[in-house]
């Protein structure tokens, strides 16, 4: 569907996927986000124009709180 926005297909982050670490070094607080899902949330966030509390609730997404 034209408009709705789904996230990074596999092949746009093979082109971003060097880029980012793959292990997390931190062994405390607050688990570790992956990467493609901040990509994806900030993507729309600059697409749309949304806030970063306003970020739509699924699996593909950061949190809201981060």
């Known amino acids: ?3 709705r926005f789904e996230g990074l297909s596999d092949l ?3 082109w971003f996927e060097d880029i980012f670490p793959t292990s997390d070094s931190r062994s405390r607080g607050m688990p ?5 899902y901040v990509l994806n949330s900030l993507r729309y966030i600059l697409i749309t124009g949304c806030r970063w509390c306003n970020l739509p609730q699924g699996k593909i997404w950061g949190t809201g709180s981060a």
């Open 32 to 36: 570790h986000v992956p990467f493609r």
């Open 12 to 14: 746009e982050w093979k």
């Open 1 to 3: 569907m034209a408009g």
